[in-house]
Nanobody
């Protein structure tokens, strides 16, 4: 059974930094896309940063220049370095993966709270 296990969320003050990590395991799969989404209370889930076939990385406009996405294909892991955090970054962050068969998997989510 495929699992995405996230770590690294928490509480941080405005301007601080956090690093999220996610590891995929539990099956034989070829990963096409991995990324991070987030969902704030009362809002839809949105893409924060994602990478397709390790070629291009897309960032939400709101995080460009502050967040850095990285992917390690050998380990099936992704990370999200978040700097200069703002209160509006507060959300549950989800790791996601899409295989070449088109199956999408989600992690359990990790809470990021930025206090002012």
């Amino acid at each position: 059974q495929v699992q995405l296990v996230e770590s690294g969320g928490g509480l941080v003050q405005v301007g601080g930094s956090l690093r999220l990590s996610c590891a995929a395991s539990g099956g034989t799969f070829r990963i096409k896309t991995m990324g991070w989404h987030r969902q704030a209370p009362g809002k839809e889930r949105e893409l924060v940063a994602g990478n397709r076939s390790d070629v291009t990385t897309k960032y939400a406009d709101s995080v460009k220049g502050r967040f850095t996405f990285s992917r390690d294909n050998a380990k099936n892991t992704v990370s999200l370095q978040m700097n200069s955090l703002k209160p509006e970054d507060t959300a549950v962050y989800y790791c996601s993966m899409v295989t070449y068969l088109g199956t999408r998997y989600w992690g359990q989510g990790t809470q990021v709270t930025v206090s002012s």
